[in-house]
């Protein structure tokens, strides 16, 4: 058997290893490392590939997410509500801003952003929402929009684990997550569904105006050089990221669908195992319960496998698969509202149930466009007599 890892992006990158050799010492060749001709191909083919009017990349996920907050206008003090259940950076860039974030609980099934939870926590100085497609999975933008427009808030799709995926509005019209909202963030961490090889980001928009705006706010607030029209900041995707995510693109669907197909594997060996509660992958316009998965929509593209191991001793379980050199991580063990940065007199423990929990049973399995039956086989027995015993 291969060795497992987490992401293998060796087995990946040997797939598609003549077409990225030769885009990098292309863009080598020609010398044009920052805003290249690698980087306007790959912003116009994401744009198709996405459907959406604009996309404008740059240096990071994290600064996907604050250029928008900053394209958008939103001033210190301005509310903004997001998840308490996701990574950092989510609400890191709210309070870079100096504006308040204000953490709500997920749903249990999904593990995305509630939205009775957002309901609750708008004031009047409520401003924006910002979803995250957790893990992959889409979270019910039907809600989330209709709650934008009673309230007039702009919403923020973080898209950072969700690119690639679908969301079908219960009118069944099917978008790509990360074109909903006002606008998105995504980030191309080289672990990501669709991911290069450092750091790189991107911003997506329908929205013209918005859109002109935050071209500047990518290159120091300039249209012309020399002329700061804006305040900006530096954040440029370099152009060999841009080749390397060019080769990779065509295969996005490919990439995506194979973890779904290893998604429904692990489903099936963890079938019936009581201490177990195994992801589910539902749209709005499908009927799947708990721990299936729709054979028809693509709401759930599997970023990571994230069991809930429910009566077991979950560190415990992480230390028994690390044993057996089977690697998993824990996405995340601290709710934010916890987080020394974050914690405010505000929050109430019993307003985050779910968040609470979840942190005490989650486990991430392995989870990459590589994994083979043989390694599935190994990953889930190995689970199985742990949680089992």
Not at 4 to 12: E, N
Not at 146 to 167: F, H, K, T
Not at 260 to 275: D, S
Request: charged share 20%; proline share 4%; glycine share 6%.
């Amino acid at each position: 058997m291969k060795k497992i890892q987490m992401v293998d992006l060796k087995g990946q990158y040997e797939q598609i290893q003549e077409q990225v050799d030769s885009s990098v010492l292309n863009v080598i060749h020609s010398t044009a490392f920052i805003n290249g001709p690698e980087v306007h191909s790959f912003q116009k083919e994401l744009e198709d590939y996405l459907n959406v009017k604009h996309v404008i990349p740059c240096a990071n996920g994290t600064d996907a997410l604050q250029i928008a907050m900053m394209g958008l206008g939103l001033q210190p003090g301005d509310e903004v509500i997001t998840a308490d259940f996701t990574f950092a950076a989510t609400v890191e860039v709210i309070a870079l801003l100096q504006l308040t974030p204000v953490l709500v609980d997920v749903e249990p099934d999904s593990f995305n952003i509630d939205p009775e939870a957002i309901k609750k926590a708008i004031t009047p100085k409520t401003k924006a929402i910002v979803p995250v497609h957790l893990f992959g999975q889409a979270a019910n933008m039907d809600a989330i929009m209709a709650i934008a427009e009673d309230y007039n808030l702009y919403v923020i799709e973080d898209n950072a684990q969700g690119i690639g995926g679908s969301y079908t509005f219960e009118d069944g019209k099917s978008v790509k997550t990360g074109t909903i909202g006002h606008v998105a963030s995504t980030s191309f961490f080289p672990s990501k569904n669709l991911g290069c090889y450092g750091d790189g980001g991107a911003i997506f928009t329908n929205d013209d105006e918005l859109a002109h705006i935050i071209r500047g706010v990518v290159n120091h607030g300039m249209y012309k050089r020399y002329h700061h029209d804006v305040v900006g900041v530096n954040s440029r995707l370099d152009s060999i990221q841009a080749a390397v995510l060019r080769a990779k693109l065509p295969n996005l669907d490919r990439y995506n669908d194979a973890r779904r197909t290893a998604a429904r594997k692990y489903n099936k060996a963890f079938e019936g195992i009581k201490n177990i509660i195994t992801p589910s992958a539902k749209g709005n316009t499908c009927d799947v319960s708990q721990g299936k998965i729709c054979n028809t929509c693509n709401c759930h593209v599997f970023h990571q496998y994230t069991l809930r191991v429910i009566n077991t001793d979950r560190d415990a379980l992480v230390k028994h698969l690390n044993d057996n050199a089977i690697p998993c991580g824990v996405y995340y063990p601290i709710p934010l509202h916890s987080q020394k940065a974050y914690q405010d007199s505000r929050y109430n423990e019993a307003d985050f149930p779910v968040t609470n929990q979840l942190v005490t049973e989650v486990i991430s399995l392995p989870m990459h466009t590589e994994l083979d039956n043989e390694q599935i086989d190994f990953i889930t027995k190995t689970v199985i007599d742990f949680v089992t015993k």
